[in-house]
T-cell receptor, first 114, second 113 residues
Framework: GESVGLHLPTLSVQEGDNSIINCAYSNSASDYFIWYKQESGKGPQFIIDIRSNMDKRQGQRVTVLLNKTVKHLSLQIAATQPGDSAVYFCAENMGPGGSYIPTFGRGTSLIVHP | IAGITQAPTSQILAAGRRMTLRCTQDMRHNAMYWYRQDLGLGLRLIHYSNTAGTTGKGEVPDGYSVSRANTDDFPLTLASAVPSQTSVYFC????????????FGEGSRLTVL
């Protein structure tokens, strides 16, 4: 869930467990969503995307679920590995003003313990 | 494959100085973006450009300016740096605004003293 101050929400899991990272988006007009992974000292990298005409999309070990009713996204990572440790961001394709401006959530830090 | 190149990687700057962060992409993408990343605040959009010759303001544009004279380059300028502009800056591009993934550079870490 959300935290206050300067700390990112953090999810700690054991290697081999499944991870679920949640995200609330802001603009009900957004029709395209992406999850990014950011490793320490690097730029964010694409993981998986989903369009608003879908409610689920699967990739390799990852699944994204979209609930437009409550403006919620989740990223599920199966059999989490230490290499999955990173900060994960969701992004929607529209900003508050309604124009196509990629807008990011605050991010969730995933820590995978061997 | 270079993708997005940012320079400098890191810079320490005295307050009041002018600074330009460079960003170049070789993917012929139409849309380019500048974000700043601060601890606990995620990625916040500073300025964007949907196509060469056009720019727009993002969430936190004050104190920054951009230009988009051609498709490949999208420099970000701090006219008179202030300590609150200490941050990590990421440039990104996408093929078309509104759809498709963003490709990010490796970031420019700026410290304003």
């Amino acid at each position: 869930g959300e935290s206050v101050g300067l700390h990112l929400p953090t999810l700690s899991v054991q290697e081999g467990d499944n991870s679920i990272i949640n995200c609330a988006y802001s603009n009900s007009a957004s029709d395209y969503f992406i999850w990014y992974k950011q490793e320490s000292g690097k730029g964010p990298q694409f993981i998986i995307d989903i369009r608003s005409n879908m409610d689920k999309r699967q990739g390799q070990r990852v699944t994204v679920l979209l609930n437009k009713t409550v403006k919620h996204l989740s990223l599920q990572i199966a059999a989490t590995q230490p290499g999955d440790s990173a900060v994960y961001f969701c992004a929607e394709n529209m900003g508050p003003g309604g124009s196509y401006i990629p807008t990011f959530g605050r991010g969730t830090s995933l820590i995978v313990h061997p | 494959i270079a993708g997005i190149t940012q320079a400098p990687t890191s810079q320490i700057l005295a307050a009041g100085r002018r600074m330009t962060l460079r960003c170049t992409q070789d993917m012929r993408h139409n849309a380019m973006y500048w974000y700043r990343q601060d601890l606990g605040l995620g990625l916040r959009l500073i300025h964007y450009s949907n196509t060469a010759g056009t720019t727009g303001k993002g969430e936190v544009p004050d104190g920054y300016s951009v230009s988009r004279a051609n498709t490949d380059d999208f420099p970000l300028t701090l006219a008179s740096a202030v300590p609150s502009q200490t941050s990590v800056y990421f440039c990104a591009s996408s093929g078309t605004a509104g759809t498709g993934e963003l490709f990010f550079g490796e970031g420019s870490r700026l410290t304003v003293l």
